[in-house]
């Protein structure tokens, strides 16, 4: 048989189940003679990969005898949520205690840069395994990692995708917390601010307002920017926000960016925070502790969140049949000056 045209793209795991009309874990099983796979379709499954052209690679064997090396920590926020003034701040908390994490485990850790003018660095690395920060719905690095038949767990649920193991960030629990605590300092016209994208963070979020506008007699006022355009669609989104809805007095900004551009539309619009508007966000980041006034936010408890991430990973890559979902300790309240007046910081309980 010859081999493929160089031309062409190795064909993977994904392609032979397809042709096959199996699942990739049969694929597995049946090209490593493992698990119980019906003789017939067995056969099926080895004549299909060489009639594709189907040679597993070395890191596919490493895999099966539990001798994984590298894998990658990647966030599918675009550059300017991900990095800009935030320094990369949420993404590089959580890679230090993934990457101790990973070499107490004789692991290295790959950081890969959050996706940049369409390109997928993802591609170049031959990698064992990934962890995924708040994918999309239509998350490009997840689809990549499956196509390669590579095990991947996500920090955040994946929408529309429960396949993919994943650590709950708790985005109901905390947008509840957020909202909660602007309703205590006293407002009556609460909005949220979130992204365009589908994520699960989004959507949870959009949920648990919407409830809670209902249990408080509240008509819903949410506003959408998109994470492509950073601080300046925060900004605009805020703006059009207070145009349309002058007697608004709290705003929920999910996004950490969104809420600092949401801050600069408040002023320019003659008004202050917190004393006309008070302001809360998720991450507590560098963004909101430099913010002027400094914005109220979420500490997630992002170590522990990172540590079950990798711990979760490791017994997929050892094929231990690790749990499809860990839930984390509950989020604290980081109370700042733009939500309340008098200074300094307290950490409340979401109970």
């Given at each position: ?73 990647i966030s599918s926020m675009p ?150 355009g950073g601080e300046d669609a ?118």
């Open positions: 048989m010859q081999s493929p045209a160089p031309n062409k793209q190795r064909p993977t795991i994904a392609d032979v189940a397809r042709a096959a009309g199996v699942s990739t874990t049969t694929v597995s099983h049946a090209l490593n003679d493992k698990g119980y796979v019906d003789p017939q379709t067995r056969e099926r499954v080895k004549e299909t990969a060489r009639a594709l052209g189907y040679r597993p690679s070395v890191r596919a064997q490493r895999l099966r005898t539990g001798e994984a090396h590298t894998i990658a920590l550059f300017e949520i991900a990095g800009g003034a935030s320094r990369l701040g949420f993404l590089m908390e959580v890679a230090a205690v993934a990457a101790a994490a990973a070499l107490t485990r004789g692991l290295a850790l790959v950081l890969v840069p959050p996706v940049m003018a369409g390109r997928l660095p993802l591609e170049q690395l031959d990698i064992d395994g990934a962890i995924v920060i708040e994918p999309t719905m239509d998350d490009a690095n997840v689809a990549h990692l499956q196509d390669r038949g590579l095990p991947v767990v996500c920090l955040g649920r994946q929408p529309g995708n429960d396949a993919v193991p994943f650590v709950d960030i708790h985005s109901s629990a905390t947008t509840a917390l957020l909202l909660n605590h602007l309703r205590e300092q006293g407002c009556g016209r609460i909005a949220l601010l979130i992204g365009a994208q589908q994520r699960n963070s989004y959507i949870e979020a959009r949920a648990s307002y919407e409830r809670f506008c209902a249990a408080h007699g509240m008509t819903p006022v949410i506003a959408v920017a998109d994470e492509s925060g900004r605009d989104a805020c703006t059009a926000l207070l145009r349309d809805h002058p007697d608004v007095d709290g705003l929920c900004a999910l996004v950490d960016a969104f809420a600092v551009g949401s801050v600069q539309a408040i002023a320019q619009a003659g008004q202050r925070v917190p004393e006309d508007i008070k302001v809360v966000t998720r991450y507590d980041g560098t963004r909101a502790r430099s913010c002027r006034p400094p914005l109220t936010a979420v500490d997630l408890h992002l170590d522990d969140m990172a540590l079950q991430a990798v711990e979760l990973l490791f017994a997929h890559l050892a094929s231990k049949g690790g749990a499809q979902s860990v839930v984390p300790a509950l989020p604290k309240l980081v109370m700042r000056g733009s939500s309340a007046s008098g200074g300094g910081v307290r950490i409340a309980d979401t109970r």
